[in-house]
């Protein structure tokens, strides 16, 4: 069985709230309760960031799961359930932002990448190679546009066209491949190198992550809510933007 780490689970906990951040101030300008330029400069990057380091934490724990001896059936189980939450945010955006509704976001993104990243676990180099091909992809296709929207998913993007969270397989795919790649090449290392100069841990009390830190146990604790709380926070803060705005029009 895949062992949680905490430490894992409190870099989760941090990147959500800066997903909660950034989503507070996104629903701000869109309400005109702040001015912000969200297209350029720091808050163009800053969700990328965020996104970047959701989907390498994902590829980092698939290869945790494949070397704890996970077969394909638990990642097929895996995608399954992701693919189901994510076919309800495309139901649910498409009559709210019409044609800009979430096609390919980062649930897609993480369910697909869960079968198609199975190969490439415990093998570091295959997935540096995928991760470098998926990322010259699309700074490639960063450019171009194309009249029709099938293929949208894996980076073609299609002219006219904006969906909403699109987080497409050129180039994200990168961030779950090297993810992975950096899970399995640290395991790889001697256990000498990896417990310190004296080829063991050195005595006195355990880490700060062992002993759990508030802060840390906080983090993780909310990073094991990701999903729920991803679900759950923009309609709440859409909520909050919209009766802000309405009592600050009267």
């Keep these: 069985m895949h062992r949680r780490s905490i430490t894992n689970d409190a870099i989760k906990g941090g990147l959500v709230l800066a997903m909660i951040a950034y989503h507070a101030c996104y629903v701000g300008a869109m309400f005109d309760l702040a001015r912000l330029e969200l297209f350029s400069g720091f808050w163009w990057m800053f969700p990328r ?11 980092w724990n698939l290869a945790g799961k494949r070397a704890a001896g996970s077969g394909f059936g638990s990642f097929a189980k895996r995608a399954g359930k992701l693919g189901l939450v994510a076919l309800a ?14 096609f390919f976001g980062v649930i897609h993104l993480l369910a697909l990448s869960s079968l198609i990243a199975y190969p490439l676990l415990g093998r570091p180099a295959l997935a540096i190679v995928a991760g470098a091909a998926a990322l010259v992809a699309g700074v490639l296709l960063a450019e171009p546009r194309f009249g029709w929207p099938y293929l949208a998913w894996l980076g073609l993007r299609p002219a006219g066209l ?10 994200w795919f990168a961030f779950v491949a090297l993810g992975a790649a950096a899970r ?7 256990i000498a190198e990896r417990n310190g100069p004296a080829g063991r841990r050195a005595a006195g009390p355990p880490a700060p992550a062992a002993k759990g830190w508030p802060i840390v ?8 809510l990701s999903l729920p709380v991803y679900l759950v926070h923009l309609p709440v803060l859409y909520g909050i933007g919209w009766l802000v705005a309405q009592r600050a029009s009267r």
């Design 217 to 224: 146990a906080a983090l993780a604790a909310i990073g094991r």
């Design 89 to 102: 945010i495309s139901a649910a955006t498409r009559p709210v932002l019409g044609e800009g509704f979430v």
């Design 184 to 190: 399995d090449l640290l395991s790889r290392r001697p």
């Design 49 to 59: 960031v965020i996104a970047a380091g959701f989907v390498a934490v994902s590829g």
């Design 162 to 171: 904006y969906p909403a969270d699109y987080l497409p397989l050129a180039p």
